[in-house]
Each structure stands twice: as structure tokens, then as C-alpha cells.
């Protein structure tokens, strides 16, 4: 496994799935936390940190969005890999939009999970299609601004509040990450945040 990934929370109501997964984490020397309904697991969320959560779309008392949104709270956030043998297209849309990193339809390998969870904490997201819906319906310097202060205030998580080690890990002076926060401190007081996006037209 990574070895960012310390902890891993796995989310599933199938109950062999559920041990061969648990089984797999705790093999590999990952903290193992699991849960049959999404209400355990979102309490479970509050109470611990992990890196990585593993859940099915659709558990007995609800679907994985409410986990999601739960887990979009938290700072640093833990990267998402859903499973499921039913999502429908809209679903992976959804999934997408809430940020999650990878999806596995059922039924799949235990490699394949492993492969899965390498790319969750070795690539990036593909950010162009959450980037071109928001065309027409928000301003460009709205996202700029979003995507700064979002990133920045994930980076100081991870690193415990430390701007020095934040800067590492996007790539950035600590200087840069003062001047964000500045701007993004600006943005705040701002109205509308931070004005309009365009100057008049002029045609």
C-alpha cells in the first residue's frame, strides 16, 4: 500500500466483502476501521482521521453521498474510492462532483483495489470536467479564488498548521502561501466575493 495511507475507513453492508477488505488492510499494516450503514460511518468519520475512505454507492440505510458530504468537511479531507455493481450515470457524475478519486464496479479484484488506491494518493483528479461546468454559472475569479484558498487551507491540514511544509507540498514559497492567505482573507470581507468577475464590456 502507499505509505501515506496509515488509516483507511471501508464502508460496505456486504459482509464478506466487507472481512476480505478489512482482511486485506490490516495484512498490509493499515489502521482498519469499518462500518455496515452509512450513519456508522459518518460517526465514525467525526471521531477518527484517515487518509482513505472505501465505500459502496448505495448501503442499506442511505446512499454514499451523505458520507461524502461529511467527508468534504473534514480537513485534511481523505481521498474516496467508491465501489459499486449499480451506479448509474448519474451517480458517477455525482461521485465525481464530490470529489471522489476512484470508482470500482463489482465484482473486482483485490489487485485491482490495490492499483486503485495507488493511483488515488500517487495522480491527481481530473479537474477539467468540474472546471468546465462551472462555465456560465461561475465567475472565472471566483474560481481562482475557490481553488486558493481550498488548496492552501488543505495543505496547511496536512501539514499540522506548518506554512513552511504546506509550501512543499504545493510547490510554492512560504511567501506564496502568506500572499494567499492575505488575498484569501480579503476575498472573505469582500462583497459578492471580491466583486465583479469582468469589466464592462466595451464593444
Known amino acids: 500500500m502507499h505509505p501515506s495511507l496509515k488509516r483507511v475507513l471501508i464502508v460496505e453492508d456486504d459482509d464478506a466483502l466487507r472481512t476480505a477488505l478489512v482482511r486485506l488492510f490490516v495484512r498490509s499494516g493499515v489502521d482498519t476501521l469499518h462500518a455496515r450503514t452509512a450513519q456508522r460511518a459518518c460517526e465514525l468519520l467525526r471521531e477518527e482521521r484517515t487518509e482513505l475512505i472505501i465505500a459502496d454507492v448505495r448501503l442499506q440505510d442511505s446512499t454514499v453521498f451523505e458520507l461524502l458530504d461529511v467527508a468534504r468537511e473534514l480537513s485534511p479531507a481523505p481521498a474516496v474510492i467508491a465501489i459499486s455493481g449499480k451506479a448509474s450515470p448519474d451517480e458517477a457524475f455525482r461521485l465525481a462532483q464530490k470529489g471522489v478519486r476512484g470508482y470500482l464496479a463489482k465484482p473486482f479484484t483485490l489487485s485491482a483495489l490495490r492499483e486503485e ?32 484558498r481550498v488548496m492552501v487551507k488543505e495543505a496547511l491540514a496536512r501539514a499540522d498548521g506548518n506554512r513552511s511544509a504546506a509550501a512543499r507540498l504545493l510547490q510554492v514559497t512560504r511567501q506564496a502561501i502568506q500572499q494567499s492567505l492575505r488575498a484569501t482573507e480579503k476575498d472573505l470581507r469582500s462583497p459578492a466575493g471580491g ?3 469582468t469589466s464592462p464590456s466595451q464593444d
Open 195 to 197: 466583486g465583479p468577475a
Open 117 to 148: 488506491v495507488e493511483s488515488a494518493f500517487s495522480e491527481g483528479p481530473d479537474l477539467e470536467p468540474l472546471i468546465a461546468a462551472t462555465v456560465g454559472r461561475v465567475p472565472l475569479r471566483r474560481v481562482q479564488s475557490d481553488v486558493r
